[in-house]
């Protein structure tokens, strides 16, 4: 295996030179035309407001982000109306760099970046936190619907410093216009999308509107999909349905000198858990949240601030989780429950002119405060928790000319968790005619973070990126205080009142190129943690209390612990034109990541994703386009302690489509999308080496999906 090993990192690290080598002379001479991709996540320095919908690449070219010091991945509009996802996880999965927890595949897949998860992973909506319990379960869906996000940004490294510690792995954003920010140029936009997928009978529809007249600007968008229990090779992935429904409006004031605005979202979903004993007592989640968002930008005439930015969010969210009990009646087993609201406001700076350069800046404040708390069958997991924090940070930018731009960033913290601390005896098993001790607790912690990032134009379009960054995490409320059985999950979690915080001190380097026929996003990365959080497996079993543990045999035990940590890694996109074909392009691309995450005795950090190499072959001409594609993923033998190998697969993807561009006046329509895409055509055995249920479900078979989307 370490021969394999060598030669997928060999093979992902040769790609841009191999693409390079490939490019004929006249290839090389051509450049192909294409918008500046713009992303608003990565920093609060603003060059020029928006002033309608971020524009795009052309379908099926490589969206690479070349002006932002840290990498972003973008997924696009026009990506998410052909791959039609149902959740986060399922749109960023076969991205570099980025995979899915795929506990209940089509309904609860959290992106997982760099090999971190759930609470190092911050999930937002227009620049405000999903606000719901996805990282306290990995049965725990995200509320966010992907079809109606204009497109999703993913930010790594040094620059999610900005949204706060639980983001200490990145930053997954989905945009839309929920809070309007522009008025169509002909008063109304907007676009329809429906599906139909074939390995789950899949049904879905979704519609989003834009209109505007004057000053006032509305916005309205709804969807709902639907999908029985998915077929894998061999049989039926059981328990593994899924729903959704859900929708916004919203209205904004927008004025000369900027905007302000609110927006109502509801979502609500019904889903099953499948494998295991999820599976044989039917268990289902069905997540419900209303949210409230409001954004605002004022840009003065004079003076020292050139613009004033805000976010404001809140939102109420519950979940029942159903399923059979002991006795075999099938009821409520367990309920969540969270109510959060979070702020922000930013100013930046006119820019400064100085000798050596121009200076700009932005200086922003964030607030925010979270109940949580469970009842049912998992009151005993948490007790109500009451966690708060308040930031300060600051990203400078420094214009030194022949293309270098210097960025320093900064921020701190304070946090408070408060909740119900328990005492376990040190080998976590019951003593007898004695119950753990249980006291309220609270902890503050001030992290503190720093970052350093150097940008550099290079010949022939190449920009280069070098960043250096130390982040602290302060531990959540459930790393803190958890105490009982997640039966979903099929675990009984432990927390840590002493916890400390967690740091890590990160360098990573970049080489992008966006324009011409050779499109490049490549970067690698070292990050060394100490007090690395992570759920230690002790090899106890337990039944629904904790006096069962060592004699139960349904709950996986696990506890929250520290230790140091190293994590390694690299991830590398390429696509290259080759041969003209009509107004467009034929050519290849590759892809290649991988991530090796160990503790400092040299086991393995558990749930890690694989080595990853693919690549494949694309057409895109007058309006065709094209793909066939195979991702492979190599066996994932490093593994955790009691965690098992999951075997290497082939995942084998082929499209094609044809976009018509037709007449408003006529049709009602701009343009009208129509094709099929194919996912594991090879019908291969695909278990995800980064899931809790890997051992137990199978991710979907062969699936043929037909799909059209209308804009108008």
Not at 250 to 271: E, K, N, P, Q, W
Not at 520 to 530: E, F, H, K, V
Not at 626 to 648: D, K
């Amino acid at each position: 295996m370490r021969v394999l090993r060598r030669k997928g990192i060999w093979a992902g690290a040769a790609l841009a030179g191999i693409g390079f080598a490939a490019m004929p002379a006249k290839a090389q001479r051509a450049e192909a035309t294409l918008e500046e991709l713009s992303v608003t996540s990565p920093s609060p320095i603003v060059t020029r407001p928006g002033s309608g919908p971020a524009a795009g690449p052309p379908v099926g070219v490589l969206p690479v982000v070349t002006n932002t010091f840290s990498p972003v991945t973008v997924v696009t509009a026009e990506q998410i109306a052909r791959d039609q996802p149902r959740t986060l996880g399922d749109a960023l999965s076969d991205r570099p760099g980025i995979s899915a927890s795929t506990y209940a595949p089509g309904a609860a897949s959290r992106p997982i970046i760099r090999g971190l998860d759930n609470n190092r992973v911050r999930i937002q909506e227009n620049g405000v936190g999903i606000q719901d319990v996805s990282e306290l379960g990995e049965d725990h869906g995200v509320p966010i619907n992907p079809l109606v996000a204009n497109r999703i940004e993913v930010i790594r490294g040094p620059a999610s410093l900005r949204f706060g510690s639980q983001a200490i792995g990145g930053v997954v954003s989905a945009e839309n216009n929920r809070v309007p920010t522009y008025i169509p140029a002909n008063g109304v936009s907007g676009s329809a999308t429906t599906g139909f997928s074939s390995v789950d009978n899949g049904r879905l529809g979704a519609v989003t509107v834009d209109g505007g007249s004057g000053n006032v600007a509305v916005h309205a968008d709804g969807f709902r999909t639907a999908a029985d229990s998915y077929a894998i090779p061999g049989g039926i992935q059981r328990n593994s349905a899924n729903e959704s429904q859900g929708g916004a409006v919203g209205m904004s004031f927008i004025g000369d000198r900027g905007f302000v605005g609110l927006s109502y979202s509801h979502y609500d979903a019904l889903y099953q858990i499948p494998g295991g004993e999820a599976a044989e007592s039917r268990t289902r989640l069905d997540p419900r949240q209303d949210r409230l968002l409001a954004r605002g930008e004022y840009r003065p005439l004079d003076g020292p601030i050139a613009a004033v930015r805000f976010w404001l969010g809140g939102s109420i969210y519950r979940h029942d989780e159903t399923g059979l009990g002991e006795d075999g009646v099938d009821g409520i087993r367990a309920t969540f429950k969270n109510r959060e609201a979070e702020g922000r406001i930013e100013f930046q700076h006119v820019p400064v002119a100085l000798p050596f350069g121009t200076l700009t800046g932005a200086l922003g404040v964030q607030a925010g405060r979270r109940t949580l708390g469970t009842a049912g069958e998992a009151g005993g997991l948490l007790a109500p928790t009451d966690s708060r924090s308040n930031a300060v940070y600051l990203f400078e930018e420094l214009a030194l000319g022949g293309g270098l731009r210097l960025q320093a960033a900064g921020r701190i913290e304070g946090d408070r968790s408060t909740g119900t601390a328990t005492a376990f005896p040190g080998d976590y098993l019951p003593v007898e005619g004695e119950e753990p001790l249980a006291f309220g607790r609270r902890r503050k912690f001030a992290p503190k973070s720093v970052s350093f990032g150097a940008l550099q134009d290079l010949p022939y379009s190449f920009v280069a990126s070098l960043n250096g960054s130390f982040v602290e995490r302060a531990p959540t409320a459930f790393e803190l205080y958890s105490r009982g059985a997640h039966d979903a999950t099929e675990t009984f979690e432990i927390g840590d009142a002493n916890l400390k915080k967690e740091r890590a001190r990160t360098v990573e380097a970049s080489i992008r190129r966006a324009e011409g026929p050779l499109r490049l996003d490549a970067t690698g990365y070292y990050t060394r943690y100490t007090g690395f959080i992570y759920k230690r497996d002790t090899g106890i079993r337990c039944g629904d209390d904790f006096a069962s543990c060592g004699s139960g045999d349904e709950l996986q035990q696990i506890v929250y612990s520290q230790r140091n940590a190293t994590f390694y890694g690299a991830e590398i996109g390429a696509q290259l034109d080759l041969i003209p074909v009509g107004n467009g392009f034929a050519g290849l691309d590759a892809q290649y990541d991988f991530v090796r995450a160990q503790f400092d005795d040299g086991t393995f950090v558990p749930r890690i994703p694989p080595h990853r190499l693919g690549g494949g072959a694309f057409v895109r001409a007058d309006g065709w386009y094209a793909r066939v594609n195979l991702l492979y993923a190599f066996a994932h033998t490093e593994t955790a302690p009691i965690e098992t190998v999951t075997p290497g697969f082939d995942d084998l993807r082929a499209e094609v489509s044809y976009t018509k561009p037709l007449d408003p006046g006529v049709y009602g329509m701009s343009e009208v999308t129509l094709g099929l895409q194919g996912r594991n055509l090879l019908d291969d055995r695909i278990r995800n080496s980064a899931s809790f249920k890997k051992d137990e479900i199978l991710l979907p078979g062969r699936n043929v999906r037909l799909f059209l989307t209308a804009r108008f």
